[in-house]
């Protein structure tokens, strides 16, 4: 990692500390359990949204070790009922695992949903919401993170998730030329995951959202 990219790390961290997040920045991927594991104790009741990097880190085996009450949506035989279920007592979950879709230099996150259960837990809900993310996420601003979502987020998402849309097929938005005029429009798949589109800026809860940035680069 050069020192411009530390530069822009460092500046990264102090905004997001100034918008009451809370930030880390470890090495490697490798390093992520140990701050982890200095956020949640045994016993916690946990949880997370759907996540690449998450699974790259060794988070989702952590949930899954037993030391945790974990709120397991992913399980084997899970009913769509139970999933549901899930979602619901996350809200009152302990600690939240995710990613975010982006970050800004000035210290906000950008965040797209198209369940929208991983937004809105991060909104509200979970005592602790700690979000992993390799440093591939940051972006100048809230225009570079919508065009972040639209080009390098939602396509490889979509054919992930197998979801019949535009951009799984193009590898790029239908309403890509309408960004920073209005809400991106235009895609009208039933299987479209871009439905809320979530800034969070000043925090008023201080350091319930913790940002652990990772120098490689990880995830969507
Ligand atoms: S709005 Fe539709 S086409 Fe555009 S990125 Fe989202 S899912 Fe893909």
Redesign the pocket.
């Known amino acids: 990692m050069n020192a411009e990219t530390m530069k822009i790390i460092e500046t990264t961290m102090e905004n997001l500390k100034a918008n009451n997040m809370k930030p880390f920045f470890v090495e490697k991927k490798e390093d992520v359990l140990a701050v982890v594991r200095t956020l949640i104790k045994e016993g916690d009741t946990v949880s997370n949204g759907g996540s690449e990097t998450l699974k790259q880190c060794g988070i989702i085996d952590e949930l899954k070790s037993g030391r945790y009450n974990y709120l397991n949506r992913s399980r084997e035989g899970i009913t769509p009922e139970e999933v549901e279920r899930v979602y619901r007592d996350t809200y009152s979950a302990d600690a939240y695992f995710a990613s975010s879709n982006a970050i800004t230099e000035t210290g906000c996150l950008y965040n ?1 949903d ?1 369940n929208s259960n991983r937004v809105s837990a991060i909104l509200y809900g979970p005592k602790s919401v700690i979000l992993v993310c390799g440093y591939n996420k940051i972006v100048r601003n809230i225009e570079e993170a919508e065009l972040r ?2 080009e390098k ?3 490889p998402n ?1 054919v992930r998730l197998n ?1 019949d ?4 097929k ?1 590898g ?5 030329s309408k960004l920073g005029r209005e809400i ?4 009208r ?1 039933k ?4 439905c809320n589109y979530v800034v969070s800026a000043q925090q008023r809860h201080i350091d319930r959202i913790k940002v652990i940035i990772v120098g490689e680069e990880l995830g969507y």
């Open positions: 797209v198209g979502v639209k987020a939602a396509p979509t979801c849309t535009y951009c799984a193009t790029k938005c239908v309403s890509l991106p429009d235009g895609c798949s299987a479209r995951i871009c």
